[in-house]
T-cell receptor
Framework: DTAVSQTPKYLVTQMGNDKSIKCEQN?????MYWYKQDSKKFLKIMFS???????INETVPNRFSPKSPDKAHLNLHINSLELGDSAVYFC??????????????FGPGTRLTVT | SQKIEQNSEALNIQEGKTATLTCNYT??????LQWYRQDPGRGPVFLLL?????KEKRKERLKVTFDTTLKQSLFHITASQPADSATYLC???????????????FGQGTILTVHP
């Protein structure tokens, strides 16, 4: 039973297309995140949602839009894909406000390649 | 701006030795620091958390220290094994509310290779 799952694992698409990545967690956590890991392996926060409410919105192009239908799901929609969007995208979840703990649980990642 | 540096991009050691990884930060006052392990093609996995008022934490063969004066954390793996080979990431977190809520800022990682 996977704690944090993402689909698809690999996504290859052309510039200009619109794509979505789905994330689901079955840990009962209130907070979910999207991270981007570039080719240099830096892991950077993009968004976080707490119980369907947007909390963190880093400097991310408007082409990226997170959507949280319920607290167990946080999807990432990307419009007009560009070459620079190629990266691995990770979803993560955690308890709210560190109660009882702060650690984050990550999904397996989605490798997005834009050609 | 906040900066986190893991001093070694890659660290190679012999099996059985202690691996020591370093995480330094500037322009940040974290409430806690976490260490994660990441294997190729997989997501990071939480290992240890240490709070700002703690000096040291241990878990099995792992030990973390946190010096808020030096703005540094050391991560030790004792009696290292080839299975410990992975990328290790440090991450700083804040208790502040608002847009800092739950936000982790990661270092670039250190690739550890333990040779048999």
């Amino acid at each position: 039973d996977t704690a944090v799952s993402q689909t698809p694992k690999y996504l290859v698409t052309q510039m200009g297309n619109d794509k979505s990545i789905k994330c689901e967690q079955n840990l009962g956590h209130d907070t979910m995140y999207w991270y981007k890991q570039d080719s240099k392996k830096f892991l950077k926060i993009m968004f976080s949602y707490n119980n369907k409410e947007l909390i963190i919105n880093e400097t991310v192009p408007n082409r990226f839009s997170p959507k949280s239908p319920d607290k167990a799901h946080l999807n990432l929609h990307i419009n007009s894909l560009e070459l620079g969007d190629s990266a691995v995208y990770f979803c993560a979840s955690s308890h709210k406000a560190g109660k009882p703990s702060y650690e984050q649980y990550f999904g397996p990642g989605t490798r997005l390649t834009v050609t | 701006s906040q900066k986190i540096e893991q001093n070694s991009e890659a660290l190679n050691i012999q099996e059985g030795k202690t691996a020591t990884l370093t995480c330094n930060y500037t322009n940040y006052s974290p409430a806690y620091l976490q260490w994660y392990r990441q294997d190729p093609g997989r997501g990071p996995v939480f290992l240890l958390l240490i709070r700002e008022n703690e000096k040291e934490k241990r878990k099995e063969r792992l030990k973390v220290t946190f010096d808020t004066t030096l703005k540094q954390s050391l991560f030790h793996i004792t009696a290292s094994q080839p299975a410990d080979s992975a990328t290790y990431l440090c991450a700083l977190g804040s208790n502040a509310g608002g847009t800092s809520y739950g936000k982790l800022t990661f270092g670039q990682g250190t690739i550890l290779t333990v040779h048999p």
